[in-house]
T-cell receptor, first 114, second 119 residues
Framework: DTGVSQNPRHKITKRGQNVTFRCDPI?????LYWYRQTLGQGPEFLTY????????KSRLLSDRFSAERPKGSFSTLEIQRTEQGDSAMYLC????????????FGPGTRLLVL | AQKVTQAQTEISVVEKEDVTLDCVYETRDTTYYLFWYKQPPSGELVFLIR??????QNEISGRYSWNFQKSTSSFNFTITASQVVDSAVYFCALSESPGGGTSYGKLTFGQGTILTVHP
């Protein structure tokens, strides 16, 4: 049983560039979450997918951010025109359907915007 | 709005000492879930325990134990006989019941407690 995987693990980019991250959830998990974690803080919720439908977005998700989950499998998170304030760890989590299921996290993608 | 407070920013102990990590939460929901996650230096969040709001039984798992007290809105975590491998950042988190309304079970995390266990 493989866990949640994320790629790339690290990304360094210049301000103004676009970046895309990928998350592959645990295979039978139909619920998927993205979080952002800045240094010294706990993760903060960004967005939620149930199968392919994006059902909730945080106010943290500005217009420069877009997330997709085509076919309800893997998910991508794209940041356009990156800013230095976007530097953070981007975490993906997945869980089974049902009320009490636990979210399992991937290793994260650490983004540094220069 | 939900809120989780971990007042201890950093704790330093010597191996074999017991250590308790505090967590206080706020929510208006009557049904909710509480979690503890461990984040080692590698960065991946590792699930430790889940507790629902109707189950106030304390739990013990090896050297780990958890004390849930609804009356004080606390969900504290104790490591007995700490080891160097316990060094990590520990997060307490809260989610609403994902079963109703527009709640989809997103987690609200505390700021984390950095635990350092010295040999």
């Amino acid at each position: 049983d493989t866990g949640v995987s994320q790629n790339p693990r690290h990304k360094i980019t210049k301000r103004g560039q676009n970046v895309t991250f990928r998350c592959d959830p645990i295979s039978e998990h139909n619920r998927l979450y993205w979080y952002r974690q800045t240094l010294g803080q706990g993760p903060e919720f960004l967005t939620y997918f149930q199968n392919e439908a994006q059902l909730e977005k945080s106010r943290l998700l500005s217009d420069r951010f877009s997330a997709e989950r085509p076919k309800g499998s893997f998910s991508t998170l794209e940041i356009q025109r990156t800013e230095q304030g976007d530097s953070a760890m981007y975490l993906c989590a997945s869980r089974l359907a049902g009320g009490q299921e636990t979210q399992y996290f991937g290793p994260g993608t650490r983004l540094l915007v220069l | 709005a939900q809120k989780v407070t971990q007042a201890q920013t950093e704790i330093s102990v010597v191996e074999k000492e017991d250590v308790t990590l505090d967590c206080v939460y706020e929510t208006r929901d009557t049904t909710y879930y509480l979690f503890w996650y461990k984040q080692p230096p590698s960065g991946e969040l590792v699930f430790l325990i889940r507790r629902n709001s109707f189950d106030e039984q304390n739990e013990i798992s090896g050297r780990y134990s958890w004390n849930f007290q609804k009356s004080t809105s606390s969900f504290n975590f104790t490591i007995t006989a700490s080891q160097v491998v316990d060094s990590a950042v520990y997060f307490c988190a809260l989610s609403e019941s994902p079963g109703g309304g527009t709640s989809y079970g997103k987690l609200t995390f505390g700021q984390g407690t950095i635990l350092t266990v010295h040999p």
